[in-house]
């Protein structure tokens, strides 16, 4: 079936509505790879408002999705911190337990061992999910996945369907972090926008949630 091309964008004064859709882990360790921050520092809403500004889009929506560590875990006590901030920001919030299963690690001395390794289950299909929901609702004319997921690439052939379907512009887009690794590479079939650091570090958090040493 020959693809049909992109409808025309809305001309100004119009602003396009948008959605951002945070993949909170890939996102984390996209920040790490491309600034060393060893744990998630960054604020969805504050990210997502830079972005849209940048673009000159309204920022309607922020809807964050992550797997979080069983209630034991001592890792526990800064998701539940890191949510009551969120949500007092109007975040809306998707997690689901990591499920926990034994891998074998390989050891500097040459020996193995077994350690217990969370895992994330269904993220990326929850996010899909409300991407196409949202868009069959006309809900937003711009979705921002703040992710790198590939899987993901199929979800922004849906939105064409659907664009064309309703006979209307859409825009996916895909922001994720970037330092000078030109090789770093956005979700495929998505518009990307690279994340320099200073804009990065400008939608950081103060807050550090993690438990205190003592």
Same mark, same amino acid.
């Given at each position: 079936?020959?693809?049909?091309?992109?409808?025309?964008?809305?001309?100004?004064?119009?602003?396009?509505?948008?959605?951002? &859709?945070?993949?909170?882990?890939?996102?984390?360790?996209?920040? *790490?790879?491309?600034?060393?921050?060893?744990?998630?520092?960054?604020?969805? +809403? %504050?990210?997502?408002?830079?972005?849209?500004?940048?673009?000159?889009?309204?920022?309607? *929506?922020?809807? &964050?999705?992550?797997?979080?560590?069983?209630?034991?875990? @001592? /890792?526990? @006590?800064?998701?539940?911190? *890191?949510?009551?901030?969120?949500?007092?920001?109007?975040?809306?919030?998707?997690?689901?337990?990591? %499920?926990?299963?034994?891998?074998?690690?390989?050891?500097?001395?040459?020996?193995?061992?077994?350690?217990?390794?969370?895992?994330? *289950?269904?993220?990326?299909?929850?996010?899909?999910?409300?991407?196409?929901?949202?868009?069959?609702? /006309?809900?937003?004319?711009?979705?921002?996945?703040?992710?790198?997921?590939?899987?993901?690439?199929?979800?922004? +052939?849906?939105? %064409?369907?659907?664009?064309?379907?309703?006979?209307?512009?859409?825009?996916?887009?895909?922001?994720?972090?970037?330092?000078?690794?030109?090789?770093?590479?956005?979700?495929?079939?998505?518009?990307?926008? %690279?994340?320099?650091?200073?804009?990065?570090?400008?939608?950081?958090?103060?807050?550090?949630?993690?438990?205190?040493?003592?």
């Amino acid at each position: 079936m020959n693809q049909q091309p992109p409808l025309p964008r809305p001309q100004p004064p119009y602003f396009p509505i948008a959605i951002a &859709f945070f993949d909170g882990q890939n996102l984390f360790y996209s920040a *790490k790879r491309a600034f060393g921050y060893t744990y998630l520092n960054y604020d969805p +809403k %504050r990210l997502a408002q830079q972005i849209c500004g940048n673009q000159v889009w309204q920022l309607a *929506k922020v809807q &964050f999705y992550t797997g979080t560590p069983e209630a034991s875990d @001592h /890792r526990s @006590h800064f998701w539940r911190a *890191k949510f009551n901030h969120m949500k007092r920001d109007g975040v809306i919030i998707f997690s689901r337990e990591l %499920r926990y299963q034994d891998k074998e690690v390989m050891l500097s001395n040459g020996q193995t061992q077994l350690v217990r390794v969370g895992k994330e *289950k269904g993220i990326d299909v929850l996010i899909a999910i409300d991407i196409i929901r949202l868009a069959h609702q /006309r809900a937003y004319d711009v979705a921002i996945i703040f992710s790198q997921d590939q899987d993901l690439s199929e979800v922004a +052939k849906e939105i %064409r369907v659907i664009a064309q379907e309703q006979n209307r512009w859409i825009k996916i887009a895909c922001a994720f972090p970037c330092a000078s690794n030109p090789g770093n590479r956005g979700i495929d079939q998505t518009d990307w926008i %690279r994340i320099d650091k200073p804009t990065y570090d400008l939608c950081i958090d103060p807050r550090d949630y993690r438990p205190r040493r003592t």
